[in-house]
């Protein structure tokens, strides 16, 4: 296929915010820097467009490293017996969403591995509590896969949005990357189960993951079309020293953000984080994730004793800043590139309209 082509389909995908299977793997295939560039620019059109220059922000908080999973890519799987575990009291997920609010933030995200010590209604309890202290807040969880019920009592407790990734579209490449008893079908039905309840969902997978192709990629693109999530989290696959994985080359930056121009252009309005993952793998890649169409940052309000802790890949970044430098940090590092974080419950374009 020639370049030229290639920009075609760009175009295409521009105007009409879908491809087929076929294209998928063509653009992805026919990336250049050049085709990069050239989505790049079409991305922050429909950014501009829905967002301005705004940047929202949320206060991330990893309440807990404790896992049941055992994903092979994962620094916090269960496997991992060098990994410190810590859990977050009820109390110390206040005290922090607390300073999240002191400090702006109008979204708290609680983000945890797979920890059954919470129970259904721990979970629902922490969720009234931080919405009664704060009803201007939005509360994002992201706790992993549970079921109908579950959601549905913390959705009803006030939770506004869940954060699960699909991880990958393709069954046989999400069994390479976790081992029984997950399953690509479960993971599917609780992102469809999220949406039918009514949170503002988000869903993603990792550029570069071990065992991925052209094919599992433009599979992922296919998904997300057709499940619509509010937010789509990529980030590069990056390798974390005490996993199966260890010696699996991490994923590439380019392609990340070459993917987040991708997804700004299939789903114009949607909500999109530049990842940790992706300021860990270049310095300058969440700049670089925001001019490729990204309109989200999560900066890290969890203690700063845990932080180390929750290592899901290695030399995760703002592991030794305050809650406060790293919301300047980031608020600096988007009005060097012309953004403006903004302090605002940040919700999907379709929501405020
Ligand atoms: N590299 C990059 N991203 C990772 N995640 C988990 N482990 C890694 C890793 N080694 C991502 C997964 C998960 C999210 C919380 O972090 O996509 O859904
Ligand atoms: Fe955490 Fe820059 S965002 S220190």
């Known amino acids: 296929m020639s370049d030229r082509m290639v920009f075609d389909l760009i175009d295409k995908l521009n105007t009409e915010h879908a491809l087929s ?20 620019e079409k991305a922050r059109y429909w950014q501009q467009k829905y967002y301005g220059n705004k940047i929202f922000v949320r206060g991330l908080i990893e309440m807990t490293n404790y896992c049941k999973n055992d994903c092979y890519y994962c620094g916090i799987r269960r496997s991992n017996r060098n990994a410190e575990r810590y859990r977050l009291t009820k109390d110390e997920i206040l005290a922090c969403a607390d300073l999240g609010y002191e400090l702006g933030y109008r979204t708290i995200v609680l983000q945890g591995g797979e920890d059954p010590f919470y129970k259904d209604e721990d979970i629902a309890a922490i969720v009234t509590m931080i919405k009664q202290a704060h009803p201007d807040c939005a509360v994002t969880l992201s706790l992993g896969e549970r079921e109908y019920d579950t959601y549905k009592l913390w959705f009803d407790a006030g939770a506004d949005r869940y954060l699960l990734r699909h991880e990958t579209a393709n069954h046989d490449h999400y069994r390479y990357l976790h081992p029984e008893p ?32 052209t094919e599992h990629l433009a599979e992922d693109m296919l998904f997300l079309k057709e499940l619509d999530p509010e937010m789509v989290g990529i980030g590069p696959f990056l390798p974390h020293h005490d996993t199966p994985f260890a010696d699996e080359k991490p994923g590439s930056t380019e392609m990340t953000i070459y993917f987040l121009g991708l997804l700004r252009l299939m789903l114009p309005k949607v ?29 890290n309000l969890s203690p700063t004793d845990v932080r180390k802790k929750y290592e899901l ?22 009005r060097s590139i012309g953004y403006e974080v903004v302090a605002s419950r940040g919700d999907h374009y379709s929501v405020t309209v």
């Open 182 to 213: 997950l399953s690509a079908v479960h993971r599917q039905q609780c992102l469809r189960d999220l949406k039918q309840i009514g949170y503002q969902a988000g869903a993603g997978f990792m550029v570069g993951a071990p065992g991925q192709t």
């Open 271 to 299: 909500l999109l984080p530049a990842t940790t993952a992706l300021g860990t793998a270049d310095p300058l890649g969440r700049e670089k994730g925001v001019q490729a169409g990204a309109n989200v940052v999560m900066p």
């Open 21 to 40: 299977r076929q294209e998928w793997i063509s653009v992805i295939d026919g990336y250049t820097p050049e085709i990069a560039s050239y989505v790049s």
């Open 313 to 334: 890949y290695d030399n995760k970044i703002c592991t030794g800043d305050e809650a406060a430098e790293c919301k300047n940090c980031l608020a600096n590092r988007m």
